[in-house]
């Protein structure tokens, strides 16, 4: 029997730490498309008083990886980027979706959008994959 | 009495929660350069049981800031991107080297290397900043 | 009497000696979004005998130009990237279409797919455009 | 007897219709550096009569090109990222310089600065190559 999407998505969100110890919810899984949210704590802020980028960053980048993992059976990151469009402050709500945009081969493009609880867009991202057949060491 | 960048960078460092929670270390600073590192520990893990790739751009965009805010008053991410070359396993020490690449107005262009402690990169990572007075909130 | 975005486009075009020169076509432009296409010629050949991949930049970026323009009074890139995907012979009709991803302020991010006449994705693009008063010189 | 780095740039460069059409100059060529130049034309101004990117762009492919083939046997680009620092008027002189940033397996990263003749920064790219044994059609 073969698993679905989802429940390969839980199977590795079980293993994530990284997402489980900063509270990101896996909201949605289906093919070439997830959808995470997280709310910013304050250990999430930099020197300016505002959300580390990296944190931005690390929940686009995890929303891509459980679209692109949607594909099986393994895929990993190569290369992405961001680009950071406005302020978040703590307590905010943050809802990064990611959407397939093109595959080739092993490789492929993912979209992500990340906003605000009123939707307003704080960041677009775009992650590029490759599929291999183990995770090197 | 004018502050050097060594003394801003700690100021800033001070305040900077993302960087202290997760032990990340300001090595050095000086104009237009800095050098963060940090061990990597269980909690950082993704659900591939290797760095999350978030982790990697989180620690080079910390260099990334604290090279570019030595030029004050400050500077903010506008865009980032990252190639990521090797895994990275727990237990792992990284160092990230940040060096300012161009600067033209109020635009600066910084490279970011990430290594192991045997040398070897496992990112390379490009940040565009802008200067502004303030901080947008 | 204001300019429709197709009048403004069609004004713009006329100066462009870049796209008229390599034959590129204006095949649509309305709010946001761009449509050109050229055939490839040998002159467009790099020393591996497939086409330059400045020219497959070239052409995503006179249509992100076109998309961003719409919005007038003046768009200028700022930074861009491209994702080459398959190879393009001579003779091939390529075709790119620009669409506008989001807006903030003077920014705005515009995505743009270069496809073969059998519709396959040969690149993918992401332009960064500002908006400003006048062209600096 | 096994040609040099420089001996295999200039057959390479022979085969290259888009350089040679646009009197772009092979000027240096060691291991993994490049150096290339070009004079710009009336035929490389955009709508707002300055140089088109594009053509920015595709001289820094270009280097890219003869940095990241001085490795052999055949590297082909997978991804670019350019960003435009300041406008540049018919009958400039630019030079590209493409030095290499860091290879792992197939895999390699150069980068690439864009001068004026009075030597101010145009434009810095990123470029991203994979070594193949051949061409793919």
Redesign the interface.
Known sequence: MTMTEAERARE????????Q?LGIRLDEVTSGRAVLSVRVT?????????I????L???A??AF?YAS?SRGP?A????????????V?VGEELVAEAVE??R?GR?G?Y?V?VRRADRQ?VA?F?G?SVLVTQ???
Chains 1, 2, 3, 4 share one sequence.
């Open positions: 590795m969100f079980a293993r994530d730490q990284a997402c110890t304050g250990a999430m802020v930099n020197g300016h008083g505002i580390h980028g990296g944190y960053f690390l929940l980048d995890a990886a993992n393994i990993l990151a190569q290369h992405a980027e961001i680009t950071f469009l406005r302020p402050p945009r093109t080739h490789s493009i979209d959008t867009v677009e775009r590029h995770v090197p060491r």
